[in-house]
DNA sequence: TCGTTAGTTCGATTACAATAGAACAATGGC
DNA sequence: GCCATTGTTCTATTGTAATCGAACTAACGA
């Protein structure tokens, strides 16, 4: 637990990035960490069972998605945003845009 | 052969279309596809057998991310880009700009 | 009408991914 | 030190998707 692997951003392939955003439970991560910036694994877990949740942030984090740190007992998640803009120029914003029924329009939600 | 199934582009889903980009073969069909417009199946199988060529193309079309019509006995594709472009915008570019080794940084190659 | 071409559909195989329970690990509080 | 909390890792099961050969279909030309 001591250790997390974040690989460098320039290593994840925009394939990876698109498989992990094709899962809805993945998405919908994402899409929550583009408006609250920072939150704990069990905030997000939207009631699924911890094994299936630690999994999904795993993908997440491998596809240089999510950066994870430790904070105590918890696990707080944030969006690599400004590394993602500039590698992906543009993704996250139609992540947000896609964010159902919110202000998701807004391009600069995310 | 006869017809072919196109969903309207409101019915498509964000995860669709991340889950059709993911795979390397679909994406590197669709790069070529922000490149050159128009192209047969053949023109873009890469020496991959029919069948599973076909497959990818079915997965493509059912995203929404492209259009195949029929033109004598070869089957035309092209990008849905202008729908795609008001349903999620922004999105083409990214993938365009990915295009590997090629001028992908430039925003209107897509 | 017969063959050719281009692509689809079918069927089987194989590989990978989602799910979830159980055991484990790390931190913090008592 | 002991226990609760939070999340990870292990393992198994299940489901889904990629691949490809073979049969099929539609359009075209000789």
């Known amino acids: 637990m001591?250790?997390?692997k974040?690989?460098?951003?320039?290593?994840v392939s925009i394939e990876?990035?698109?498989?992990?955003?094709s899962d809805p439970v993945r998405l919908e991560i994402v899409q929550k960490l583009c408006?609250?910036?920072?939150?704990s694994c069990?905030?997000?877990?939207?009631g699924r069972p911890k094994s299936s949740v630690s999994h999904h942030f795993r993908v997440l984090r491998e596809a240089g998605l999510v950066w994870t740190r430790n904070e105590g007992v918890?696990?707080?998640n944030m969006l690599r945003r400004a590394e993602l803009d500039e590698r992906?120029?543009?993704?996250l914003d139609v992540v947000a845009a896609?964010?159902?029924n919110g202000k998701g329009e807004t391009r600069l939600g995310c």
Chains 1, 2 share one sequence.
């Open 88 to 91: 992906f120029p543009g993704l």
């Open 35 to 39: 408006i609250t910036d920072e939150a």
């Open 74 to 76: 918890t696990h707080m």
């Open 16 to 21: 990876q990035v698109f498989y992990a955003l």
């Open 98 to 100: 896609a964010i159902p």
């Open 2 to 4: 001591r250790v997390m």
């Open 42 to 46: 069990s905030a997000l877990d939207g």
């Open 6 to 11: 974040h690989p460098a951003i320039q290593e």
